[in-house]
């Protein structure tokens, strides 16, 4: 049974920075080194710090979204701010989130698992609500005893 909570958020906006991901949506591997090569870029080229200076708190953002057909996916803070750099301002709704809290011995390694744990089991144990789409974020909120932690945060809709 997977631990979840579900939490009423109010909207946001995460400024991000993104890539398109070519693996096929069922090619978890594929898609991972993607998401894995493009971090480890925006970490070295700077784009990230960039990210970070503008942002409204410590969160790091890792966001999924389907845009014109295309699978999106981003790193980014929270903020109001604008950036030239920047790919795309993300709109996250009002409304109810399923949320996956854990940690993990990288930022990688947190995603990967809370994603998996989100997709995998939380959401088919949740018969009460439902994900019709739209943006998803891992968050990695900080680190603590050597580990990095964070969540998932799932907007649904109630059934």
């Known amino acids: 049974m997977a631990n979840y909570t579900l939490e009423e958020k109010d909207s946001f906006t995460v400024l991000g920075i993104g890539t398109e991901l ?3 949506y069922t090619d978890y591997a594929g898609i991972n080194k993607e998401k894995a090569d493009f ?3 925006v970490k070295e080229d700077g784009r990230l710090d960039t990210l970070k200076a ?3 708190n410590e969160y790091i953002f890792a966001v999924n979204e389907a845009v014109n057909n295309k699978m999106m996916h981003y ?3 929270m903020t109001e701010a604008s ?7 993300i709109q996250f709704p009002k409304g109810e989130y399923l949320v996956v809290k854990g940690e993990g011995k990288t ?3 947190l995603s990967n698992m809370l994603t998996g744990i989100a997709f995998g089991q939380a959401l088919p144990e949740a018969n009460n609500v439902a994900y019709v789409g739209g943006p998803n974020a891992t968050v990695e909120m900080g680190q603590r005893n050597g580990f990095v932690y964070g969540e998932m945060w799932i907007p649904v809709v109630r059934k």
């Open 22 to 24: 070519k693996s096929d």
């Open 39 to 41: 971090w480890s870029a």
């Open 54 to 56: 503008l942002a409204e």
């Open 75 to 77: 790193a980014g803070v």
């Open 83 to 89: 950036l030239p750099e920047a790919t795309r301002a």
């Open 107 to 109: 930022a990688d390694e």
